[in-house]
C-alpha cells in the first residue's frame, strides 16, 4: 500500500529467511559461526538460545542453507510437545525412514527406523541434521531425554547426526538439569537483542534492501523503534511497518519518533482490550 509514497520495492519489515535481508549483528554472526563450525566437524549436540523475536529460526535457515551436500537428510520439528512415541514416529518420517509394513508406530519401531536411515546415510559419507524448534518446552513431556538417546548412534566413532536445540533463554536452565545431555552439548550459542546502534543499523539495513535512497526514518525515530521494541526483531519490524504505514496516510517527508510512538501507544491499547 505504501510502496509507491515511500518509492520502495518491497515491504522492508516484512518476515522471511532471504540473505539480503538478514542483518549480520555482532551475536548473531558469533551464533552462525558457532554453529556451522559444530556441524561441520560433526559434533553430536548444540544449543542456540534468545529471547523470543531475535531471529533464532532465520539464522538456523540461513546457516542450513551454507551447509555443503553433504550435510543431509535436514529435519526439522518446529511443533515438539508431543509424546515420545509420537516424536519418534514424526522424526523417522521427516528423516525419509522408509515405511514399514502394518506400522505399530511404537518408540523400538521408530528408533529402529531412526538408526536405519541414518546408518546408511553416514556409509555414504554423509551426515544428518535434526533441528528441534522450541525445544524448552520439551521438558515437561520428557522427550529431551527421548533425544539424547538418539545421539548415541554412532558410525566409525562419531555421531551419525547433529541435533540442534533452539529455544529461550530458559532452554540453558532446562539442559542443565540433565547432565547426560548438558554434556553431550558441543555448542552453546546466545543470540541477544540489538543495542541502540545495532537497532538503527538494522533498520537502515533493511529500508536499503527494500530499494530506500534516502532515511525515512530521523533518529528520535530510530532511537524510539530501539526503546519501544525493546532491541528486539520482530518488535521493531511491526512498528517500523505500522510507522510507514501513517507517515504514507498523512502524507509525512519523513518518520519521527512521534509516528513510531503513536502505533506503540495504539498496539498497546489494543492489546489490553
Known amino acids: 500500500m505504501y510502496l ?32 556451522r563450525y559444530a556441524v561441520e566437524n560433526r ?50 518420517d521427516t528423516l525419509g525412514a522408509p515405511a514399514v509394513e502394518s506400522p505399530r508406530h511404537s518408540i523400538d519401531e521408530s528408533i529402529r527406523r ?12 554423509k551426515h544428518a541434521l535434526l533441528v528441534i524448534d522450541e525445544a524448552h518446552l520439551l521438558e515437561d513431556c520428557g522427550a529431551l531425554e527421548t533425544l539424547r538417546l538418539l545421539l548415541n548412534f554412532e558410525h566409525s566413532g562419531k555421531p551419525m547426526m547433529t541435533l540442534v536445540l533452539i529455544g529461550q533463554m530458559n532452554l540453558i536452565s532446562t539442559v542443565g538439569r540433565l547432565p547426560s545431555l548438558d554434556e553431550r552439548i558441543a555448542v552453546k550459542a546466545l543470540v541477544r537483542s540489538f543495542t541502540a546502534e545495532e537497532t ?31 532491541g528486539v526483531a520482530r518488535q521493531i519490524n511491526r512498528l517500523g511497518d505500522l510507522a510507514l504505514l501513517v507517515g ?18 495504539e498496539l498497546v491499547t489494543i492489546a489490553a482490550e
Open 4 to 35: 509507491d509514497y515511500w518509492q520502495l520495492g518491497s515491504q522492508p519489515f516484512e518476515p522471511g529467511s532471504d540473505r539480503s535481508i538478514y542483518f549480520p549483528s555482532e551475536s548473531h554472526e558469533a551464533a552462525r559461526v558457532k554453529l
Open 43 to 92: 559434533r553430536g549436540a548444540v544449543l542456540l538460545a534468545g529471547p523470543t523475536g531475535v531471529g533464532k529460526t532465520m539464522l538456523v535457515q540461513l546457516f542450513r542453507e551454507e551447509l555443503g551436500g553433504s550435510f543431509t537428510p535436514q529435519a526439522q520439528v518446529v511443533f515438539p510437545q508431543m509424546s515420545s512415541r509420537d516424536l519418534l514416529a514424526y522424526i523417522a
Open 114 to 125: 531412526i538408526e536405519g536411515v541414518l546408518r546408511r546415510n553416514a556409509e555414504q559419507e
Open 248 to 265: 504514507y496516510a498523512e502524507q509525512l517527508p519523513q518518520l519521527t519518533a512521534k509516528q513510531v510512538e503513536a502505533v506503540s501507544e
Open 200 to 230: 538503527a543499523e538494522y533498520v537502515r539495513h533493511r529500508m536499503t534492501a527494500a530499494g530506500a535512497t534516502r532515511d525515512l526514518f530521523t533518529p528520535d525515530a530510530l532511537e524510539a523503534l530501539h526503546y519501544l521494541g525493546h
